[in-house]
């Protein structure tokens, strides 16, 4: 069974940057099945895609956040992590990590979600 933990701080002031940390046990990341994602749903909003990273260490991030979003893992300790920078009140929300499987096309595995409160 794969679980996901997401882990950071709950409270970010604005214009800083937001660090969350995914831990996956029960499967290691660099399986070539699986993309690791960050997700999040803002305040009356749906659930944004906010990135991915590969089996490879390659990523990809949503056009809007590319200037501002990062996504690195270690494998050692089998984590991935997003960084977010000059963040506002909008990045408010609860930020899930999750398993993307390339056979099913869909997301095997969640995370229970963070929440993060961008105020000062």
């Known amino acids: 069974q794969v679980r996901l933990q997401e882990s950071g701080p709950g409270l970010v002031k604005p214009s800083q940057t937001l660090s969350l940390t995914c831990t996956v046990s029960?499967?290691?990341?660099?399986?070539?099945?699986?993309?690791y994602s960050w997700v999040r749903q803002s305040p009356g909003k749906g659930l944004e895609w906010i990135g991915h990273?590969?089996?490879?260490?390659?990523?990809k991030l949503s056009p809007p956040l590319t200037s501002r979003a990062s996504i690195s893992r270690d494998t050692s300790s089998n984590q991935f992590t997003l960084q977010l920078s000059t963040v506002t009140p909008e990045d408010t929300g609860v930020y899930y990590c999750?398993?993307?499987?390339?056979?099913?096309?869909?997301?095997?595995?969640w995370g229970q979600g963070t929440q993060v409160t961008v105020s000062s």
């Open positions: 990273i590969t089996f490879t260490g390659s990523t």
């Open positions: 999750a398993q993307y499987g390339l056979e099913s096309a869909g997301y095997d595995y």
């Open positions: 029960g499967g290691s990341i660099t399986s070539n099945y699986y993309h």
